[in-house]
């Protein structure tokens, strides 16, 4: 093998090895932010699924305070 024959080898070999590793790189990034976009995506499901428990809660404690018996004490007041 002459010396031209090996540096044309190590560059190709090295090329390679450059764009693999950038791929690599590239591929654990978008897994990373994915992972990320998940983690927000739940986070928020359970804040929105607190939330509405604690407005089914409201909603029935307003139903179970109102006074049935004297509801209709203010319109017979307008009579």
Do not use: H, P
Request: hydrophobic fraction near 35%.
């Amino acid at each position: 093998m002459t010396n031209k024959d090996e540096t044309n080898e190590i560059g190709t070999v090295s090329g390679i090895l450059i764009i693999v590793t950038m791929l690599l790189f590239g591929g654990f990034y978008f897994f990373g932010q994915r992972i990320e976009k998940q983690k927000e995506a739940e986070a928020l499901r359970q804040q929105m699924a607190s939330s509405s428990q604690e407005d089914l809660n409201n909603i029935q404690n307003e139903a179970t305070s109102i006074d049935f018996q004297n509801l209709g004490k203010g319109v017979d007041n307008l009579k």
